[in-house]
């Protein structure tokens, strides 16, 4: 049973960045196809950020270049970098992980907690 738990959210102004981290126990990273995902309040989860095991990367096109999506295998952690922060940024997010590829889409099987982010004008 993988364990995922997120930390790093927070309140920030428009412009600023954060470091969102995802820390996993019960499976090592290096195994692990994760992303991030995002919920705002009445919109849909939405895929934010994916990392394969080979290290190949896909965002969704509103973050495309703002956000960086990476992990340390050593610390068994996923990371994801966000600069150049908007409003519409803001939302509670998660990190995902499954033994099984799903890029941007809802199936993994292993989810967090989720962390808050509010970013203001």
């Known amino acids: 049973e993988v364990q995922l738990v997120e930390s790093g959210g927070g309140s920030v102004q428009a412009g600023g960045s954060l470091r969102l981290s995802c820390a996993a126990s019960?499976?090592?990273?290096?195994?692990?196809?994760m992303a991030w995902f995002r919920q705002a309040p009445g919109k849909e989860r939405e895929g934010v950020a994916y990392?394969?095991?080979?290290?190949?990367?896909d965002y969704t096109y509103a973050v495309a270049g703002r956000f960086t999506i990476s992990k340390d295998n050593a610390k068994d952690t996923l990371y994801l970098q966000m600069d150049s922060l908007k409003p519409e940024d803001s939302a509670m997010y998660y990190c995902a992980a499954d033994q099984y590829a799903f890029n941007l889409g809802n199936a993994y099987r292993y989810w967090g907690q989720g962390t808050q982010v509010t970013v203001s004008n």
């Open positions: 990392l394969a095991t080979n290290g190949g990367t």
């Open positions: 019960g499976s090592a990273v290096s195994n692990l196809y």
